[in-house]
């Protein structure tokens, strides 16, 4: 067997084998890939199935990054395990022949890439996978794989956090107490959908790789510069999209705050807020993603925007429709529970595009009396000027949102200039933003740095 440093936290990895799903996530070279297919292999020879699979990519990226690698799976199991990449005898699938102390296993090598191959070996069922950068693979690939095995195993790199990867799967994890204090605040709080059983996350740095000298690593990180999507996902090992962000620098960590961070138990606001407002964005089509997006939003003293709750709606989720009738009722409710939770926001800001909706909400006010002014929205101001004046807010930290407004993090986080225009953002994943923007546009002066 070759040999490994092992750092006591690959150590502590290694033993920990109760679990269902486990999920490593790291920066670049923290030895995650090594580590992993070591306890594999382990789990492999303790497992009473004789089938178990390793995905990546492809064939050549799982050669290089699990198999034929310096410690890697032929390396450190040099003896008793044999790789047939063309198969062998009855098997023509490319596999591995582990001989272990609990009989002959047959490890299948497969690329998730090319579903011809993968659906091969769908009639199986399997003791232990292990999908290499599991964030790249296809989300059907993934829910057919997991459902044939005993244990799953995953690696992946810090990606864009609203994949699916992420909210199907990596986010119902957690990690070990006893390594809580180890995790990045940002990324403990991505780790926020309901926990399911033994389901581990492990996060690892560099610290964690013992075989890491400490030339090397600074090497790697003076490669990378600062301030770049590279940067926070390579050396910080956070998520984020590599290219084409908008609000580049929105940071969970530093923008989003907890109900409790403005209401103590006693119900007391911690922040004077001076005004509030809401903003109310609207797309009707059954066919697309858009949404029907409100936004309500106060304004501190100290010259803080903070998104306090958003509402959301999309007519492709729905059996029945909603009408721009259905939108003022729904908006004006929207309204009072923020109005008895926060305050009133007398004046609200609806898309000036959608006549029909402004109509209906005036409409209802004649009919229930409601005390709402239904404006709509101020457009006058360029997108890209709205969009500077928000990003110089959250480089000075006036800009803040509530952590169960979900869909408007989402947004800041994905939110992406075109390709193949200058200056011209995307139209998708913009609605709460478009509402906050209706919302806050008014009132410009008493925001931000004086």
């Not at 594999?40 to 995905?55: D, E, G, Q, Y």
């Not at 928000?390 to 992406?416: A, F, M, N, P």
Request: glycine share 6%; net charge neutral; proline share 4%.
């Amino acid at each position: 067997m070759g040999k490994i440093k092992l750092s006591p936290k690959f150590k502590a990895y290694i033993k920990h084998t109760d679990f269902n799903f486990e999920f490593l996530e790291s920066c670049t070279h923290a030895g995650k890939s090594t580590v992993g297919i070591i306890k594999f292999m382990f789990l492999v020879a303790m497992s009473p199935k004789k089938f178990h699979v390793i995905a990546a990519l492809d064939l050549g990226v799982a050669e290089r990054n699990l198999i034929n690698k310096d410690c890697g799976l032929l390396d450190v199991f040099d003896g008793c395990a044999e790789y047939y990449p063309r198969g062998k005898d009855k098997i023509s699938m490319p596999h591995i022949v582990y001989d272990t102390p609990n009989g002959q296993k047959i490890i299948y090598v497969l690329g998730y890439a090319d579903k011809a191959r993968w659906v091969k070996v769908l009639g199986s069922q399997f003791g232990v996978i292990f999908v290499d950068e599991a964030n790249k693979a296809d989300i059907s690939f993934i829910q057919e794989i997991t459902m044939r095995a005993d244990q799953c195993m995953f690696t992946q790199n810090p990606d864009d956090p609203n994949l699916d990867w992420y909210a199907q799967y990596v986010n119902h994890s957690r990690p070990l107490p006893e390594y809580v204090d180890d995790y990045p605040a940002q990324l403990l709080k991505m780790l926020d959908r309901p926990q399911k059983e033994k389901w581990v996350h492990w996060y690892f740095t560099f610290d964690d790789n013992a075989a890491l000298s400490p030339d090397k690593r600074q090497k790697i990180i003076n490669a990378v510069p600062k301030g770049t999507k590279q940067y926070l996902t390579k050396i910080l090992g956070l998520r984020g999209r590599s290219t084409g962000l908008v609000f580049l620098n929105f940071d969970r960590a530093r923008h989003v705050l907890k109900k409790a961070d403005l209401i103590d138990k006693e119900g007391r606001k911690k922040e004077r807020f001076v005004m509030f407002t809401a903003g109310l964005d609207t797309a009707y089509s059954q066919k697309s993603a858009d949404t029907i997006a409100m936004v309500f939003q106060g304004i501190t003293e100290d010259r803080e925007i903070i998104v306090l709750d958003e509402r959301i709606y999309n007519n492709k989720d729905l059996e029945t429709p909603i009408a721009p009738s259905d939108t003022a009722r729904n908006f004006v409710d929207f309204l009072e529970r923020n109005r008895i939770e926060w305050g009133l926001a007398r004046n609200v800001f609806i898309d000036s595009a959608d006549a029909a909706t402004i109509s209906e909400l005036n409409k209802y006010k004649r009919a229930k009396g409601c005390i709402y002014i239904f404006n709509p929205a101020y457009k006058k101001m360029k997108i890209t000027d709205r969009i500077v004046l928000q990003t110089g807010w959250l480089h000075t930290g006036h800009y803040k949102v509530l952590d169960h407004c979900k869909e408007h993090i989402r947004e800041l986080e994905s939110y992406s200039w075109l390709d193949n225009k200058d200056n011209t953002p995307e139209d998708a994943n913009d609605h709460t933003i478009n509402a906050s923007q209706y919302g806050f546009l008014p009132y410009i002066t008493m925001i931000g740095a004086q």
